[in-house]
């Protein structure tokens, strides 16, 4: 007979899976401004299937994919789902997290119930046509993330993932530190390392917008491991002091600036010209801060419609921009003239592959990069976290929240 709910945090014996559990919820009549969005609710716990695990869920971190989810745009994640069949009419995120094997699905053979692991946020199909052709699985046309555009994420008292997602928990990491870094991790490691012949080498100068958020935290510290040069972008002294703590060479605070925004109409000679006023401005700066007239070899942007005209101008001749989100808005202006004549790059990335994933695990265990956690909330501040990032008033760096974890510091089953 199955017991059918526990609470948070009364541990049930190891392997035994309730019927129903603490989850919190997103539905489509809520979506909206995250503290409104997000709710407390009692749902089933879901199914294992074959090459799935469930995961009893210590602690979750927070990323700004919920955030989009709340407002239900750019996409209607539950409505989404809905047309492609599954039969939920709820979203529960949380794309990263820390906890334990509760039970396995047919076909699991490398992880046994009882192993602590750090979850990762991508799915694929691994029998997919592409990956089985050679694709990096996170190109597969089969590939989603979890927690996002999948349901039954970290933000509940069990999981639902792939036993792939699974990467063995460094011991020396509490369950919050080791929830709250991987996404933003990953996806700057996969960003700076992993679009080759334009990775970070020796010397590189790098400008990264919003040095003191997650992504900036966690491309602050790679940069500086690779020897290259970061000069991040932030918004007051707190987060200059932050960035420069990391190993950011200096920062550049973008209020000082107001050439935001799309480029003025090309026929537009005067907005034009403030336009350029405005962004050599900012060049300057950047040369200043480096210390030499040099241009980025690499942009990390994720900020979008507002920077991206600036990010292209400034990058060096034959170097990179590469983005993985558009915070600001995703209809943004390229001046194609400098993109060829300089033969720049604009390349997309999003999250990482396995090998991204195990990398900056081991950067992180090994003490070389800070997980950058800045806050641990409880289960009942999920929305609240999420509405701080949405309003830039979050901490620096990563955050996360107890899940079923009693309490923050390291402590086990
Ligand atoms: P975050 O912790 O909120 O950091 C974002 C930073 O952007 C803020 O700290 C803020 O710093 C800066 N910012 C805010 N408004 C800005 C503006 N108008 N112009 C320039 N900078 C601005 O969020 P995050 O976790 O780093 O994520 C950032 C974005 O990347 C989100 O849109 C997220 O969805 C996306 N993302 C994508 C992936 C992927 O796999 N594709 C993975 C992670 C994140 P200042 O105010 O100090 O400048």
Request: net charge negative; glycine share 12%.
């Amino acid at each position: 007979m199955r017991n059918d709910l526990f609470e948070l945090g009364d541990i049930p014996p190891l392997g035994t899976v309730p019927e129903r559990m603490y989850a919190s919820v997103i539905r489509r009549e809520r979506y909206g401004p995250p503290h409104q969005a997000f709710r407390t609710e009692v749902v089933d716990v879901p199914e294992v299937g074959r090459g799935q695990v469930l995961v009893y869920v210590m602690a979750a971190g927070i990323n700004y994919n919920n955030v989009w989810a709340s407002l239900g745009r750019p996409l209607d994640v539950i409505g989404t789902r809905l047309r492609q069949g599954e039969r939920e009419d709820f979203h529960i995120g949380g794309s990263e997290g820390s906890g334990v094997v509760w039970a396995v699905g047919e076909g699991v053979d490398q992880l046994a119930v009882g192993d602590e692991v750090i979850l990762s946020g991508a799915q694929w199909t691994e029998t997919a046509a592409d990956i089985r052709l050679g694709a990096d699985p996170m190109t597969s046309d089969s590939q989603s993330v979890w927690g996002y555009e999948r349901n039954f994420g970290s933000f509940a008292q069990f999981a639902l993932v792939d036993e792939y997602q699974c990467h063995p928990k460094p011991a020396g990491l509490t369950w919050e530190e080791a929830a709250c870094f991987l996404l933003t991790g990953a996806t700057a490691y996969r960003q700076l390392c992993g679009w080759a012949p334009h990775d970070v080498q020796p010397g590189d100068p790098v400008l990264i917008w919003g040095g003191a958020g997650g992504l900036g935290s966690m491309a602050i510290q790679i940069t500086r491991e690779r020897g290259g040069i970061p000069i991040a972008v932030v918004s007051d002294e707190e987060r200059a002091r932050y960035c420069e703590r990391l190993g950011a060479r200096g920062t550049i605070n973008r209020l000082d600036f107001d050439h935001w925004g799309r480029l003025p109409d090309i026929g537009d000679h005067e907005a034009m010209a403030r336009w350029t006023a405005g962004v050599r401005a900012f060049g300057r700066r950047f040369w200043e801060v480096l210390g030499e007239r040099r241009a980025p070899r690499l942009v990390l942007e994720h900020s979008g419609q507002d920077t991206i005209p600036t990010s292209m101008y400034l990058c060096d001749t034959a170097g990179m921009v590469v983005i993985c989100g558009g915070t600001t808005g995703y209809n943004a202006d390229v001046d194609l003239r400098y993109l060829w004549m300089r033969q720049k790059r604009l390349q997309g990335s999003h999250y990482a592959n396995l090998r991204q994933c195990r990398d900056i695990i081991h950067l992180v265990a090994g003490g070389r990069i800070d997980p950058c956690l800045s806050w641990t909330g409880g289960f009942e501040d999920i929305g609240k976290a999420h509405q701080l990032m949405s309003d830039n008033q979050h901490p620096q760096g990563n955050q996360a929240v107890l899940v079923n974890a009693p309490t923050t510091g390291l402590n086990t089953l």
